[in-house]
C-alpha cells in the first residue's frame, strides 16, 4: 500500500492549476442518465471517484471512456436500473443515481451507501423528498427500492441544506409532471453547476444559486457538452499550503469567487491574498495570527477545509477555536497531527488549536480525503521526515497532489508501503 515520504521546511513558491471539481462533476455524470445520447464534460480530473462513477454508469449500459482531462459517456443503451452494493460502499456519492434512474425508468434498485441506516440520517433527505415526488419507497437487504408511473411535481422543504439531497432532487424533478418547489435548498457551485448543465440538456430551472428552486417538468432531454468547474476545495487546500510553507504561490484556472470564505480567514491570519479574473496568489512573511473557523453551508467556511485550517492554526501565534456544525464527528485527523506535535484539546465538535512555533515529523495516517490533505500540509511544515499511509484516501479527491507539490518546491514523494 502507497504511503507518502515528506521532508518538510521547504518554501513552497510557483505556480499551480487548479483540477476539475470532482465534486461537481460525479451529479453531472449522474444527470446523464436522464437523457439518450452523448455526452463530453471537460476539465474533469481522472480521481478514484470519477472512475468509480464511471463503472457504475457502466453497469447501467452506459460507455465511459477518458481522452486526457474529457470525459464521454453515452447513454443510448442504458438498460438497468440497479446500483450494487459493491460500488455503492466504496463512495457515498453514488446515490446520485438514485433520482435519475426513478425518472428515467420509473423504478430504481440502489444500496444504501456504507454507514448509512434508515433514520435522521442525510439519506433520509433524499427519501423524502422522493416520497414527496410521487415515489414508493421501501428498504429491501440493504437496498431502496423505488417505483412510480411517473414522478409528479410537488412541494418540499428539506430540513438541512444537504447537497446530495439537492441534487437528486433536482434530477429527479425535471422530468417530474408539473412544479416542482424545492426550498432550503443547497447553494454551493456544485449544485448551481448542476442545474446549469440540467438547463443546457432543456430541463426548465429557476432560481440557479438560491436557496428555492422552481423546476417545471418536462418530457424528455436532450444530451450535451460543457465545461466542469475548478475544485474550489482544491483551490483552498493549496492556499492554507501557501501559508503553512510560509509560501509564494499562485494558483491558476480557479474561480476566486468560490474560495471567499477561507480567502478572507487567510487574510485574518496575517497573510497576502490576491486575486484575479480565474488566479489567486498568496504570500506569508509574517507570523501566522490565530484565527477562529466555524464550519457552514456555502457561503460559509466549508467543512472539506476543516482538517487543512486546525493543521495550519497549529502554527498560529495563540489559540484558536475550530467547530464543525456540519459532520459533529469529522476530527479524526486531530489524534494524527498531535503525533507531529500540534497541541489540540477536543471539546464536543469544537477543536481548541493552541499553536506551536515547530511540528515534528512523524509516522501518520490518513482516514479520509481532507484528513489526508492536513496531514500532508502539517508534514510540509513540520521538521524532519513524515510518512504518511493510506494515502488511497487522497487519491480520491485530490488529482497527482504530490506531483503539484513537487512542482512548486515541495519534498514529497509516492512510495511502496505498508500500513
Known amino acids: 500500500m502507497d504511503k507518502f515520504v515528506i521532508k518538510g521546511g521547504n518554501r513552497l513558491k510557483g505556480t499551480i492549476r487548479i483540477s476539475g471539481a470532482k465534486n461537481a462533476a460525479l451529479p453531472l455524470m449522474a ?63 453514488s446515490i446520485y443515481v438514485l433520482g435519475p434512474l426513478l425518472a428515467k425508468f420509473g423504478k430504481a434498485r440502489v444500496s444504501l451507501p456504507g454507514g448509512c441506516a434508515w433514520g435522521p440520517r442525510p439519506v433520509n433527505l433524499h427519501l423524502e423528498g422522493l416520497k414527496a415526488l410521487g415515489a414508493k419507497i421501501t428498504l429491501e437487504e440493504g437496498y431502496i427500492i423505488a417505483n412510480v408511473p411517473r414522478l409528479k411535481g410537488g412541494k418540499i422543504a428539506l430540513d438541512f441544506p444537504s447537497v446530495g439531497a439537492t441534487g437528486n432532487l433536482l434530477m429527479a424533478a425535471v422530468l417530474a409532471k408539473g412544479e416542482t418547489v424545492i426550498k432550503n435548498a443547497a447553494r454551493e457551485p456544485d449544485i448551481a453547476f448542476l442545474a446549469e448543465f440540467l438547463n443546457g440538456m432543456g430541463a426548465k430551472i429557476e432560481g440557479v444559486g438560491e436557496s428555492v428552486l422552481k423546476i417545471q417538468g418536462v418530457d424528455n432531454l436532450t444530451s450535451c457538452s460543457f465545461n466542469n468547474i475548478p475544485d474550489r476545495i482544491e483551490a483552498g487546500t493549496f492556499l492554507i499550503a ?81 467547530t464543525d456544525h456540519i459532520y459533529h464527528d469529522r476530527f479524526t485527523h486531530v489524534a494524527e497531527l498531535m503525533r507531529l506535535g500540534a497541541d489540540i484539546r477536543m471539546k464536543e465538535n469544537t477543536a481548541i488549536v493552541k499553536g506551536s512555533a515547530r511540528l515534528k515529523g ?50 514529497i514523494e509516492r512510495r511502496a508501503g505498508t500500513l
Open 31 to 93: 444527470a446523464a442518465i436522464l437523457a439518450d445520447g452523448s455526452f463530453k464534460i471537460n476539465n474533469v480530473p481522472a480521481l478514484t471517484d470519477v472512475r468509480t462513477m464511471g463503472k457504475l454508469l457502466q453497469i447501467l449500459g452506459g460507455e465511459v471512456s477518458f481522452e486526457n482531462d474529457t470525459l464521454h459517456i453515452n447513454t443510448q443503451k442504458l438498460s438497468s436500473f440497479e446500483a450494487p452494493y459493491e460500488l455503492v460502499k466504496t463512495m457515498r456519492a
Open 242 to 322: 501557501g501559508a503553512i510553507s510560509e509560501g509564494d504561490i499562485t494558483l491558476t484556472n480557479c474561480q476566486p469567487n468560490h474560495c471567499d470564505s477561507v480567502i478572507d480567514r487567510l487574510t485574518l491570519a496575517g497573510c497576502t491574498v490576491e486575486t484575479a479574473n480565474d488566479s489567486i496568489s498568496i504570500r506569508r512573511e509574517d507570523d501566522l495570527q490565530p484565527v477562529d473557523v466555524t464550519t457552514g453551508v456555502y457561503p460559509g467556511y466549508p467543512t472539506d477545509l476543516q482538517a487543512q485550517w486546525i493543521a495550519l492554526m497549529s502554527l498560529a501565534k495563540g489559540v484558536s477555536r475550530i
Open 362 to 411: 512523524a509516522q501518520v495516517m490518513s482516514t479520509d480525503i481532507r484528513a489526508s490533505a492536513s496531514l500532508i500540509l502539517a508534514g510540509l511544515a513540520a521538521e524532519g521526515r513524515t510518512d504518511v499511509s493510506r494515502i488511497y484516501h487522497i487519491d480520491r479527491g485530490y488529482y497527482k497532489i504530490e506531483e503539484k507539490l513537487r512542482s512548486i518546491g515541495g519534498d
